[in-house]
């Protein structure tokens, strides 16, 4: 009895002393299953977030889930999912990793990798994930095209260049394209493609590829220079500046952007100032302007035929119409399809009253950009040349279609006194009359603004049956005006009580 006493007393001493172990470990065991729980109901926020589209609180609740247990490959593939919906494929990589090595036969992480992999250029590690994925699943679809179609690409790379090499740019165009389809993050590959892009002349799309490495290289500062030339050279002086303005985000002190960003800065300055003038009709200290920005950029090709175009206008507008045409022909040697240099030149046209020309310049105009100006500007000069076979009143006052009212004043005195009828007799009467009249005719309308901008719309406003069709077109198709003279006797009688 003793015995079994001491026994008990030994056994409950012993159940005592390992009392706090076994608290501790149901303690455990309780707070893991708490925290088990809480990773699952992490996992289902997550996964309810990214159905959702909302990515960034999709992120933060797999990252929960991960803290709460960091055993998940599951949690690890999610969160790897949400990078790549946001863009993100290097931050991806490491979760895909963690994700194959908690559970190496998961084929959905090994896919996810292997296309990575592929995107990023890397063909041969993307051939050896795209075979481990054949292993565990050997009809995966996509698996057997990207491990078909892997020899093809590493084939078709030296092609490529050897092409570009050899001045087939169409050739070697679609080949980097072609290869580009499955490898969009290889870099080497976009600058390939640029370099050939440049060569045929195709700079948007050129920029374009450019613009995609500066997203893959944390410093393009290069890249951001390389950019701000191209768009320089097509005469795209504020794309420039804000490729230029990335470059110095980068390094404010790198020794190519810097001064090119202050004389594309200079340039920009001096241009807003010309069209500044331009705006206020100043057109000689515009062109002033001009020639001072061309100081600035004596050499690039897209800036000087701008300025020289706008030069055009500027001359064409003030009516130095030999130095318009001068300078706007010189323009269209190089460039036949200028539409602001055919547009300038036609003006010019106009005002020294070259009509023909005029309509002529328009009509190409017109061919290489139907709109609305183009339309409406070869009407008018297709107006002007009917009009000048009638009666040309700035010719018979012998002026320039820009002339002032007081030039107008000044010529129609000078030339009413040399033909007024009293000063001449027997034959040159008659035609001395007619000019007379004409000579009246030409300052009635041409000192009257609105008259004069009929007429130089392409109407005489003193011709009756051009006034008849002007009725027409307001509304009056019978020439019939109620409260006027003419147009039938109608007689109103008033009964006054």
């Not at 410093?219 to 950019?227: H, L, P, Y």
């Not at 009828?421 to 309308?445: L, R």
């Not at 041409?446 to 130089?456: F, N, V």
Request: aromatic share 8%; hydrophobic share 35%; with cysteine.
């Amino acid at each position: 009895m003793k015995v079994n006493d001491e026994r008990k007393i030994l056994n409950f001493h012993s159940l005592y002393s390992s009392l706090p172990l076994l608290l501790v470990t149901l303690a455990v065991k309780f707070e893991d299953g708490e925290s088990v729980s809480e990773a699952t109901q992490y996992m289902e926020a997550g996964n309810a977030l990214l159905a959702a589209g909302q990515l960034a609180d999709a992120l933060q609740q797999y990252n929960n889930a991960i803290d709460r247990d960091s055993s998940s490959y599951m949690a690890y593939f999610k969160r790897a999912t949400t990078w790549l919906a946001l863009g993100k494929s290097k931050a991806a990589l490491p979760d895909l990793n963690k994700s194959i090595q908690l559970k190496q036969d998961f084929t959905p992480a090994v896919i996810s990798k292997a296309s990575i992999l592929l995107k990023q250029g890397l063909m041969k590690d993307a051939l050896k994930y795209y075979k481990q994925v054949l292993v565990l699943d050997p009809e995966n679809k996509e698996a057997k095209e990207k491990f078909g179609v892997i020899p093809t690409l590493q084939a078709r790379v030296p092609i490529a260049d050897k092409q570009a090499e050899d001045g087939q740019i169409p050739e070697a165009i679609d080949n980097y394209s072609r290869l580009i389809m499955y490898m969009p993050w290889k870099k080497e590959l976009r600058e390939k493609r640029s370099a050939v892009y440049l060569e045929a002349g195709e700079y948007y799309k050129a920029v374009e590829d450019l613009r995609a490495i500066t997203k893959m290289v944390p410093d393009s500062t290069g890249v951001f220079f390389q950019m701000s030339n191209v768009h320089y050279s097509m005469g795209s002086l504020e794309e420039a500046l804000g490729d230029i303005r990335e470059c110095l985000k980068l390094d404010q002190d790198h020794k190519q952007c810097k001064p090119f960003y202050t004389k594309m800065k200079k340039l920009n300055k001096q241009l807003q100032a010309a069209e500044t003038l331009i705006q206020q009709q100043q057109w000689d200290k515009a062109v002033e302007k001009f020639h001072t920005a061309m100081k600035t950029e004596p050499t690039e090709y897209a800036h000087l035929i701008h300025m020289k175009t706008r030069i055009c206008h500027c001359k064409s507008k003030a009516g130095k119409v030999n130095e318009a045409i001068a300078i706007c022909t010189e323009v269209l040697e190089r460039e036949p399809d200028n539409v602001d240099a055919l547009i300038g030149r036609a003006e010019a046209y106009i005002h020294g009253q070259l009509y023909e020309e005029a309509v002529q310049d328009y009509q190409e105009a017109k061919e290489s950009d139907d709109n609305q100006r183009t339309q409406e500007g070869l009407a008018r000069a297709e107006k002007l040349l009917k009009q000048s076979k009638k009666r040309d009143y700035y010719k018979i006052l012998g002026l320039n279609r820009n002339c002032q009212k007081r030039e107008i004043l000044k010529a129609y005195r000078k030339l009413a006194m040399e033909w007024h009828p009293d000063k001449h007799e027997g034959a040159n009467k008659a035609a001395a009359e007619k000019k007379f009249m004409d000579i009246a005719d030409a300052k009635e309308v041409l000192t009257d603004p609105e008259k004069r901008a009929i007429y130089d719309r392409g109407e005489d406003p003193l011709d009756p049956e051009e006034q008849q069709q002007r009725q027409q077109q307001w509304g009056q198709p019978f020439g019939f005006n109620p409260f006027g003279g003419g147009g039938g006797n109608f007689h109103f009688k008033f009964n006054h009580n």
